[in-house]
């Protein structure tokens, strides 16, 4: 009897459980896959519309009323069918991409403007003349490219070594040490020093020994240096530290001493990150205008010793052609797009050749 | 092993008993140079104050009548240091919150491979030279806002920052400001970018298989992880826009007024690039001014750098990102 009621009995409990569950649905209402897309055109068109009708049309107006009511509108439809929550992510999202859109319009109108107008007088001319004796039409950026050249690898000889050094005590020597941690500190300090700061710091210093009104390319490359040791240090300094202790504990069991741990072991196991690092540090300075307005000062003709006069440099042309144009107008400021032009592909090409040094020294995990 | 007790000891591992680990010359050189170094650092630093210090005492004894516009070095001054702070400001309420929603849609919406080409193209853009963005403000954003000026100066007037009149060439403060937004956005969506990929995937996870929709996982996950990244970021940017020379100088034709009018033509100038604009046809007492004034924007910009770092080491135990 038990045996056979008891079947019975769990099924109709069974059964029970199943009508109680009927009007609790598990999944909530959702929208179809296809729906945002449909608001986004419903939302652009009706406002087109409004805006024909009612006023002139423009597409930027259009876009950023279409993409106002098509946040509103998702919000307001999800809520109905999908409830609060999926509502907030949906309207979140949105605002999420619309932010992002409207940051990449002005780096992308910086790039397309510069190219535009750079490439007028991105020729053979540009690179292979300076502007000595030039008055309007002609002339070129090749005595700006020599100076930005030995200005920027004069500061990369100053600042790579002391950089690198610094990030090796940090590291390796000064393990939290009250030396270390002033240094940490004022590298920290360094890194935030407006760059105008380095370059009347660098007059101050030169006017002090050499005279008042000094301009000279070294002034500038050491200007450089006090903007670029802190990239340079903090870059090293993170790449040294993720190095394994591990390794660092074979080889002093194996007997070696620790300066050539640091130099066999420690280092090429982190070259790659360091390379690109310096590499990058080399391309935040390169662009640097302000301080070697100040210390570096502008001529027009070629200068190659980096110790005794003038020397101009890309941004300082680029600035310079801008701001103070000769008569007639336009060759300057042509002259200028294309210093900019020049200046963006050297950071470019700065860039990748960081992604490469980085791939190449990579250590090899086999 | 067990039998010979017969064999002497090895010879050398008894009389090395000094605990003291052996110096090699190249240890000593190698240790000294790299000290060397992180000393020299505190040296540069220290000159750099000194030196600025140094060249600045004789604008701050000179009377009035020596200095630019027979001005009182404090009336000199003050109006630079509004005009910075003002544009400082302007930059990052416009470039924090859109640089943080970049970062987010960089590493939570965007396709996992299109992620990885924006993130370089950022960096890329946090190296573009700042001249570059200061002749694209001048030369486009200018013209380009002058529209959107007349809009603000129509429907704001009556708000102090849209007063008007608007200026007709377009370069005004509110340009000025968003042109250093666009300078700093990539600094800010980099940092904050960094710090979000670091979030530990299991918290996330976890707020997933809990339920949570993704913004509920990024409010609940991502963002009080994130929360020092994105405020050193910010102070970063700001850092950049205090110290921000050429972007002003080519855009501003400032005078050395205070006035809250963004859009107006008459603007005060910044410390930087009042320095840059001056400083060539500058002689005697003037340089020395101008040295005073870039000794206020280093006093201006440390604040400012101590205030990030403390804001991060105080949140540093609660976040991951030490």
């Known amino acids: 009897m038990t045996i056979e009621t008891d079947p019975n009995r769990t099924r109709t409990d069974a059964e029970l459980a199943e009508e ?163 240094i940490t500190f004022f590298v920290d300090v360094m890194t935030g020093i407006p760059s105008i700061v380095a370059g009347l710091f660098a007059f101050a210093f030169f006017a002090l020994f050499l005279g008042p009104g000094i301009r000279f390319g070294f002034g500038g490359a050491v200007a450089l240096s006090i903007l670029m040791i802190p990239v340079v240090v903090r870059s090293t300094e993170e790449m040294l530290k993720i190095v394994p202790n591990e390794l660092r504990e074979a080889a002093f069991a194996l007997g070696t001493p620790k300066w050539r741990t640091i130099l066999k072991v420690v280092i090429p196991t982190s070259i790659a990150g360091i390379a690109s690092g310096v ?85 090899k995990t086999r | 092993m067990s039998a010979p007790t017969t064999t002497p000891p090895p010879a050398p591992a008894a009389p090395t008993t000094s605990t003291k680990p052996v110096q090699q010359a190249g240890d000593r050189i190698f240790k000294g140079a790299a000290t060397g170094a992180g000393v020299l650092i505190l040296v540069v630093l220290a000159g750099v104050a000194a030196f600025l210090v140094a060249q600045a005492i004789p604008a701050f004894a000179a009377s009035a009548e020596q200095l630019p516009g027979g001005k009182n070095i404090v009336a000199y001054i003050g109006p ?63 013209p380009a806002a002058l529209p959107f000026m007349g809009w603000l100066e129509r429907w704001f007037g009556w708000l102090p920052f849209f007063a008007g009149p608007v200026s007709a060439t377009g370069r005004t403060m509110l340009v000025v400001g968003v042109t250093l937004a666009v300078m700093i956005l990539p600094i800010i969506t980099a940092v904050s970018r960094e710090v979000f990929l670091q979030t530990p995937k299991l918290h996330e996870e976890a707020a997933l298989a809990l339920g949570a929709t993704r913004w509920e996982m990024i409010r609940m996950a991502v963002l009080p992880f994130g929360r020092s990244g994105i405020v050193s970021g910010a102070m970063l940017g700001l850092g950049r826009a205090l110290g921000e020379t050429m972007a002003v100088a080519i855009i501003l034709s400032g005078s050395g007024i205070v006035t809250f009018n963004l859009i107006s033509s008459s603007n005060p100038s910044s410390i930087a690039a009042n320095i840059a604009l001056q400083f060539p046809d500058s002689t005697g007492v003037a340089v020395n001014v101008l040295i005073a004034s870039g000794l206020v924007l280093f006093v201006i910009t440390l604040l400012v750098n101590s205030l990030a770092r403390y804001i991060v080491n105080r949140r540093a135990e609660f976040s991951g990102a030490n």
Request: with cysteine; charged share 10%; glycine share 10%.
């Open chain 1, 20 to 182: 109680a569950l009927v009007p609790m649905p598990l999944v909530r209402g959702e929208l179809p896959r296809w729906a945002p897309w449909a608001i986004l055109v419903a939302s652009l068109v009706v406002v087109g519309v409004i805006l024909g009708v009612t006023s002139g049309f423009s597409i930027p107006l259009t876009l950023v009323l279409g993409a106002v009511l098509f946040a509103v509108a998702t919000f307001v439809i999800s809520r109905v069918v999908e409830g609060g929550r999926k509502a907030t992510d949906r309207l979140v999202t949105i605002v999420v991409t619309v932010a992002f859109l409207l940051a990449l319009v002005p780096l992308v109108s910086v790039l397309v403007t510069v190219i535009q107008n750079g490439v007028a007088r991105f020729d053979g001319a540009f690179f292979s003349n300076s502007m000595r004796g030039v008055v309007g039409e002609g002339g070129g950026g090749y005595h700006a490219i020599i100076g930005t050249l030995i200005i920027t690898a004069l500061a990369a000889v100053i600042s790579i070594p002391v950089g690198i050094l610094t990030a090796i005590y940090l590291v390796e020597y000064g393990a939290r040490s009250r030396l270390a941690r002033a």
């Open chain 1, 279 to 363: 590499t990058l540090a080399i391309a935040r300075v390169i662009g640097e205008t302000a301080p070697l307005l100040i210390i570096a000062g502008l001529t027009t003709g070629v200068n190659l010793n980096p110790f005794s006069g003038r020397m101009t440099t890309l941004p300082v042309f680029a600035y310079n052609s801008y701001a103070a144009p000769g008569v007639p107008r336009e060759p300057f400021i042509d002259r200028a797009w294309t210093s900019a032009l020049v200046l963006i592909l050297l950071v470019l090409v700065l860039n990748l050749l960081a992604r490469l040094v980085a791939k190449l020294f990579a250590p």
């Open chain 2, 80 to 142: 630079l240091i509004f005009g910075t702070l003002l544009s400082a400001v302007i930059a990052l309420l416009i470039a924090t919150p859109l640089g943080v929603c970049v970062a987010l849609f960089i590493t939570h919406y965007a396709p996992r491979r299109v992620a990885q080409g924006l993130g370089y193209v950022v960096d890329l853009l946090a190296a573009v030279p700042s001249i570059v963005y200061g002749l694209w403000g001048v030369a486009v954003l200018a």
